[in-house]
């Protein structure tokens, strides 16, 4: 098929061509084994299991040792590879940008001599086990789509340092990401609030209070133990005493504490069969002046929001579904509010199809490193090729496995998209020449 007579794939091809010059201009040492690595994991054949098997992918036209050098040695702006990826389209839900953060940790039990390893939270490598080991971990920001997709666009990736205080990192990232996206006109005053989903893990309201200035909301996982506070009644004069600060607890493990909530929804799913959601508003923790808050200078703030509690029939895996408590920055919540909020938090899974993708596929923690500048290279890398991905995904064939169902062009998966960008990468690099040259021609023959 032509690709004039293909619009969509004309346009992702175009868009692919300018990522991939940005990218090399990008580049500051070692620039083309870095790029030829960079295409060696994007057109290799199968998962990604070493990093020295990289160098016989027929992109890569350079021997092995060139490729360490150029992870060990090379240089990336990395400053400016974080607008050329902000720049790229952005995929929005009902209108608005919702952006999840997450933590996945690349483990390094055995690099005794490594620098800057932190103690890792691991699920699930015991029978019921929770495990710290030894690793790299690093917070992610994506933006996400809308609907069941194992899609996300990656836009950083930032490793923790060990002892770091992760409600504050993850803000500044977080600043630094929103800004980056005002900048290139990604946001405008027009469209709603930026909407930040955090899972449990997460001081989240006082990631809320570091982004008040932001045109951000702030959505959160919180633990079924937690205790909140309502607003202080009222306070008359001639009254003896303190003006109270906090009204009635609200315990979420204490029903008797609750009251009536102010929304509340039912939802009919495919999967969850009945969706429950209950909201109260104007809830707000009780802040004590230790951990984060011993050094805050000024009074400390009250900070009100809504807290969620979702309760669904059933869960796709067969186990039994417990309650989920969500705690949201804004206040007044409608319905439609309500059941936009707990659909936003369900769809911050699919970042765990991305985490999946870089480790199983694209062999993100494969490569047995030393230095941690050097990890922070590939990762960026990985960043690049699942964006590259991303843009191709409506330029690409469905090449499946004989075994494999079909499936439609907007349902690929990376994966699949993978198999078939040597193709798409040829006709990406013959579009970059001629934006080089000044003389933009289609080429033909994107679909293969």
């Known amino acids: 098929m032509s690709?004039?007579?293909?619009?969509?794939?004309?346009?992702?091809?175009?868009?692919?061509?300018?990522?991939?010059?940005?990218?090399?201009?990008?580049?500051?040492?070692?620039?083309?084994?870095?790029?030829?690595?960079?295409?060696?994991?994007?057109?290799?054949?199968?998962?990604?299991?070493?990093?020295?098997?990289?160098?016989?992918?027929?992109?890569?036209?350079?021997?092995?040792?060139a490729l360490y050098d150029a992870i060990n040695h090379g240089r990336i702006d990395v400053q400016r590879l974080q607008v050329a990826l902000a720049k790229m389209p952005l995929p929005r839900c009902a209108g608005r940008l919702v952006l999840a953060v997450d933590v996945s940790a690349w483990l390094r039990p055995d690099a005794n001599t490594s620098d800057a390893?932190?103690?890792?939270?691991?699920?699930?490598?015991?029978?019921?086990?929770?495990?710290?080991?030894?690793?790299?971990?690093?917070?992610?920001?994506?933006?996400?789509?809308?609907?069941?997709?194992?899609?996300?666009?990656?836009?950083d990736?930032?490793?923790?340092?060990?002892?770091?205080?992760?409600?504050?990192?993850t803000a500044t990232q977080i600043r630094d990401v929103i800004e980056r996206l005002l900048a290139t006109?990604?946001?405008?005053?027009?469209?709603?609030?930026?909407?930040?989903?955090?899972?449990?893990?997460?001081?989240?309201?006082?990631?809320?209070?570091?982004?008040?200035?932001?045109?951000?909301?702030?959505?959160?996982?919180?633990?079924?133990?937690?205790?909140l506070y309502r607003p202080a009644p009222p306070w008359t004069a001639g009254t003896t005493g303190r003006p109270p600060k906090h009204g009635g607890e609200f315990a979420f493990g204490d029903q008797t504490s609750w009251g009536e909530p102010d929304v509340a929804t039912l939802t009919e799913t495919t999967r969850y069969g009945i969706a429950r959601a209950t909201a109260w508003d104007r809830l707000h923790p009780l802040l004590t002046r230790r951990a984060a808050w011993s050094g805050f200078p000024h009074e400390l703030p009250i900070i009100e929001g809504t807290v969620i509690?979702?309760?669904?029939?059933?869960?796709?895996?067969?186990?039994?579904?417990?309650?989920?408590?969500?705690?949201?920055?804004?206040?007044?919540?409608?319905?439609?509010?309500?059941?936009?909020?707990?659909?936003?938090?369900?769809?911050?899974?699919?970042?765990?199809?991305?985490?999946?993708?870089?480790?199983?596929?694209?062999?993100?923690?494969a490569p047995k490193l030393r230095d941690p500048a050097?990890?922070?290279?590939?990762?960026?890398?990985?960043?690049?090729?699942?964006?590259?991905?991303?843009?191709?995904?409506?330029?690409?064939d469905d090449l499946r496995r004989p075994w494999e169902k079909p499936l439609p062009d907007h349902k690929l998966t990376p994966a699949r998209v993978r198999r078939g960008f040597r193709n798409l990468r040829h006709n990406s690099v013959r579009l970059s020449h001629s934006f080089r040259s000044q003389a933009v021609k289609v080429p033909l023959g994107c679909r293969v």
């Open 157 to 169: 990736a930032q490793r923790l340092p060990p002892g770091a205080d992760v409600a504050a990192v």
């Open 185 to 227: 006109k990604q946001w405008t005053p027009a469209e709603p609030d930026i909407l930040i989903v955090l899972d449990a893990g997460y001081d989240v309201p006082r990631i809320a209070f570091l982004l008040e200035d932001l045109p951000v909301q702030v959505l959160g996982r919180m633990r079924s133990d937690r205790v």
């Open 117 to 155: 390893r932190s103690f890792c939270h691991t699920y699930g490598r015991g029978k019921d086990e929770h495990r710290m080991i030894p690793g790299w971990p690093y917070s992610f920001v994506a933006a996400l789509e809308p609907g069941r997709t194992s899609w996300t666009a990656v836009l």
């Open 374 to 396: 050097s990890a922070d290279r590939w990762t960026w890398i990985m960043l690049v090729v699942h964006t590259q991905l991303r843009l191709a995904r409506h330029a690409a």
């Open 3 to 65: 690709m004039l007579q293909n619009p969509p794939c004309v346009e992702s091809v175009h868009v692919l061509s300018r990522l991939r010059t940005g990218f090399y201009e990008c580049l500051t040492s070692r620039r083309d084994a870095l790029f030829e690595l960079t295409d060696a994991v994007l057109c290799a054949d199968g998962p990604v299991k070493t990093l020295v098997g990289l160098s016989l992918v027929p992109e890569h036209r350079r021997g092995h040792g």
């Open 309 to 365: 509690r979702l309760k669904v029939d059933r869960l796709p895996s067969g186990g039994e579904p417990k309650p989920l408590w969500l705690w949201w920055s804004g206040t007044n919540p409608t319905p439609a509010d309500v059941d936009r909020l707990w659909q936003a938090f369900l769809r911050r899974f699919d970042l765990e199809h991305t985490f999946r993708l870089f480790k199983q596929t694209l062999g993100w923690t």
